[in-house]
Every structure is written in C-alpha cells, then in structure tokens.
C-alpha cells in the first residue's frame, strides 16, 4: 500500500500540475529577508502528510490536485512563518548557548535513534550531514521558545464568553437518543475447537432466558473488546452501531434484552439496561470543552496577529 501511495503522489507531482512553474528542486517558492524557502522544501514537508490525503481521494483526480495544492500552500506559509520567527530571534539580539544545543541533539538522539551509530546511518540513508541535523534541532527550539514567548500562556476566558460560546453553538452539544447497552460479540471462527457461533449463541441465551446473568455470561463468553466489563459500552447513539445492530438496540425496551443476530462475521447478544431522549447537554458537561475551543481560538488569534507583526517588519515576497 505504501508503494501504491508513493507513486501515486509521485504521479501527482510529475504530471498532476502541482504548482508547474517550479521545475527544479531548488527553485524558490519565497523570500524572508535573505533566507529562502525553497521547492524541495516545502515538497518534502507536504510528503510527510499526503498520503492521507492520496488515500481518500486516489479516484479523485481533480480534488486530489485541489487538496494537494491546498496543503503545500499551507506547508509554504508555515515555512515562510518559520523564517519570519528565526530573523525575529536574530535582529532581536537574542542569544542560545551551544551548551544547550548539545543537550538537545543529545536527547534527541537517545529518544528517536538510541546511539550516535544509528543516527549516522539513519542520515547517510537520507543525505543529510549531522551540521544540518543539528541547525535542524536549534531552529525548532528556538521557534518553540519564541511562540511560547509571544503568544500568552496564560490566557483567562471569561465566564461570560463561555456561556455565550454555549448559547450560539448550542446545537453542536445536542445528544440523539442513546441506549446504555450490554454487549455478547461471538466471531465466526474458523477454530473446528470451539463450537459454531450461532451454536453458542443459542445456548448462551437458553442460559439468559433461564435466569443467567447477562454481565456473567458477557464476562465468560463475549469475544468484543468490553468483555473484561462485561459486555458494557455505556451510553451510545444509534449512529455508533452498525445499523443491523442499531436497528435492534433501538427497539428493545429498558430491561429487555435481544434475540441471535447474525450478520457474516459474528453472532451478537444484546441488553438494553437503560434509555433516554434525545437532549442538550448542560453547560456544566461542556464547559471544559468550550474552554478548550475558546483557548484554540484565541491562541490562534494572537498567533495571527504576532504574525504579522513581523511579516511587516521584514522583506517578503512569494514566487
């Protein structure tokens, strides 16, 4: 599959007129002060991410090319803003000391290669020198450092901007009917050991019909992920299950439990414990989540604007 998605991306940069001016590889994309962004660049920054992207849309040529074209504008005006933070650093008058350089590449070679062998193969493999890996580690931390710097860590957010927050978006917190379900997942295996799936299922709910316990025979028997709970996948919507399933859930009563439904790979056993309406959820279930969209968007804003900021004090131009 990999191979299938190389070449097809490969495909798509030869022949799919992914920004055709650019024939060679160090052909400039942008300018920052004297630091060019370059082809190559932001090519190999968008292949790091495109096969999700071939994947999705590989019967798709034309929205293929769309979204491509999409994400290297993206990764070009990330490594423009990169640049913009470096000659930010370097007119500033900042300074970083060698030492904690060392200590970077130090730890970065023990977490991602293990030993100084290993990373000197893995760069030989890629054609990069250890000067370059290492101006690599310097020019992250310092972009780190310097948006952390620049872009508050200790933004407050109102109680006020959260409850309007939850009253104009409030149907994004609206919840369809769920039932709080019980699970048995008998897989038709191929083992000749264990007895047929439809077999056991039948005699699992003989046992439920006898009086066994749905949670036991869930614990002993189920072959789902949630056995070790006994068969509990606590509150779902009917979009959660496959409709086979969902149809049935949704039928049953609080307390009732299911006959065999077989589909072509498994048996399952299903109990209703509990049902409610569709509803909002309160302010008081989403308020961490709102703080959260609110933190992101106000972030981004001060990102924005920092941003351009220093696009306004430095020479840029696009190509």
């Not at 509990?232 to 006959?259: M, Q, T």
Request: charged share 30%; proline share 2%.
């Amino acid at each position: 599959m990999k191979r299938t998605c190389r070449t097809l991306w490969a495909a798509v940069l030869l022949f799919g007129g992914l920004n055709a001016r650019a024939e060679l590889a160090n052909a400039i994309q942008a300018v920052v002060h004297d630091a060019v962004v370059t082809y190559f660049e932001v090519n190999v920054l968008t292949e790091q991410t495109a096969e999700v992207l071939v994947r999705q849309y590989r019967n798709q040529p034309e929205v293929l090319n769309q979204k491509l074209n999409e994400m290297r504008a993206e990764n070009l005006e990330k490594l423009m803003q990169n640049q913009l933070i470096l000659r930010d650093f370097s007119t500033a008058g900042y300074s970083l000391p060698e030492s904690v350089i060392d200590d970077l590449v130090e730890e970065r070679i023990r977490s991602d290669f293990g030993d100084r062998a290993s990373l000197t193969k893995n760069l030989e493999a890629r054609g990069m020198t250890f000067e370059k890996f290492r101006r690599q580690i310097r020019e992250r931390f310092i972009i780190q450092q310097l948006r952390l710097k620049n872009i508050s860590q200790e933004i407050v957010i109102s109680p006020f901007k959260v409850e309007n927050y939850y009253a104009t978006h409030r149907e994004e917190f609206k919840v369809e009917d769920q039932v709080k379900l019980r699970m048995i997942v008998l897989n038709k295996a191929t083992d000749s050991k264990s007895p047929p799936a439809p077999e056991l299922a039948s005699d699992i709910l003989s046992r439920i019909k006898e009086g066994a316990a749905f949670v036991e025979m869930a614990t002993i028997y189920s072959q789902g992920s949630q056995r070790g709970a006994g068969g509990d996948w606590g509150w779902v919507e009917k979009s959660v299950l496959r409709k086979e399933l969902a149809d049935v859930a949704f039928s049953l009563k609080k307390g009732e439990y299911s006959n065999i439904i077989e589909t072509p790979e498994a048996c399952y056993l299903m109990l209703v414990e509990d049902t409610r309406g569709s509803r909002y959820r309160t302010l008081a279930e989403v308020r961490d989540q709102i703080d959260k969209n609110l933190l992101t968007e106000e972030r981004n804003r001060l990102e924005k604007q920092w941003i351009e900021k220093l696009r306004k004090k430095t020479f840029v131009r696009f190509f």
